[in-house]
Nanobody, 126 residues
Framework: QVQLVESGGGLVQPGGSLRLSCTAS????????IGWFRQAPGKEREGISC????????EYVDSVKGRFTISRDNAKNTVYLQMNSLQPEDTGVYYC???????????????????WGQGTQVTVSS
């Protein structure tokens, strides 16, 4: 069964850190770009970050630049999102997804992605 499974979410205080994991099963992650998306309550799903299949390209939305880092370990079939200096506005459900593109490109547009995970909740609150 082809699927992506996110983990690592939780409740954290402002200024804290979390590392999200996105693990693939049923296919090899090596050939695909992977994106992380966030959906806050009452808002549309937003592309937060992406990494190309070659790992040569990464992208971040402005609001997380300098705080979040995306990486991949193809041997573990897993992509990570390290989130530091978390703020209440980072609260939401975080999803990973498989891009239709491989190679050196990745983008943060949801319609470039298929095979979505079920999401993991991140809550930043004191």
């Amino acid at each position: 069964q082809v699927q992506l499974v996110e983990s690592g979410g939780g409740l954290v205080q402002p200024g804290g850190s979390l590392r999200l994991s996105c693990t693939a099963s049923g296919f090899t992650l090596d050939y695909y770009g992977i994106g992380w998306f966030r959906q806050a309550p009452g808002k549309e799903r937003e592309g937060i970050s992406c990494i190309s299949s070659s790992a040569s390209s990464t992208e971040y939305v402005d609001s997380v630049k300098g705080r979040f880092t995306i990486s991949r370990d193809n041997a573990k079939n897993t992509v990570y999102l390290q989130m530091n200096s978390l703020q209440p506005e980072d609260t939401g459900v975080y999803y990973c997804a498989r891009s239709v593109y491989g190679g050196n490109y990745c983008g943060r547009v949801p319609n470039e992605y298929y095979t979505w995970g079920q999401g993991t909740q991140v809550t930043v609150s004191s």
